[in-house]
């Protein structure tokens, strides 16, 4: 089980929405409650955003006993035109951990621009 963090007062670059799809692409079989610790909100909140995502078709899920299992859509197209032809595999690549980095020694981190050199 995650523990309870402060909440976070302020603005930030990621939705809310954002965080819970990232936490259940880290664990399709994570409960609602360590979503909510994770993302710093409540399990009603978690709630309501898992139903926008699900009646929007970025997530569906099944009932296994007293477990659900979540399936992402990974290339549905993101909401807003600004957003316009990214998917929601792309974004997710960008805010999930890749399995290499969560065995890495603490503190020695890949740098946070990696990556960008050919960006424009």
Request: charged share 25%; glycine share 4%.
């Amino acid at each position: 089980m995650v523990e309870a963090l402060e909440p976070h007062a302020g603005w930030t670059f990621v939705t809310n929405h954002a965080r819970v799809l990232a936490a259940i692409a880290d664990n399709s079989n994570v409960r609602i409650r360590d979503i909510a610790a994770r993302c710093r909100l409540t399990e009603r909140a978690v709630q309501r955003i898992i139903s926008d995502l699900e009646q929007a078709g970025y997530l569906s899920h099944t009932r296994e006993g007293r477990t659900n299992t979540y399936r992402i859509q990974p290339d549905k197209v993101l909401r807003h035109p600004a957003e316009a032809g990214l998917t929601v595999a792309s974004l997710l690549s960008l805010l999930v951990r890749d399995e290499t980095d969560r065995h890495r020694e603490p503190g020695s981190r890949p740098s946070p621009l990696a990556g960008l050199s050919n960006a424009r």
